[in-house]
């Protein structure tokens, strides 16, 4: 939970107690989602 919390509020600038209240399958919703859009914006054309 610590690593997903840090992940999410790191990029999208939430605090902690925003990023708790999302459900767990929410959270790691949203670090797919980043993860998708960090890999799509770092692989070279």
Known sequence: ???????IAYHFHWGREACLELSHKER?????????????????K
């Open 28 to 44: 790691h919703a949203w670090v797919k989602e980043i993860s998708s859009i960090n890999e799509k914006i770092n692989t070279p």
């Open 1 to 7: 939970m610590f690593k997903e919390v840090a992940f």
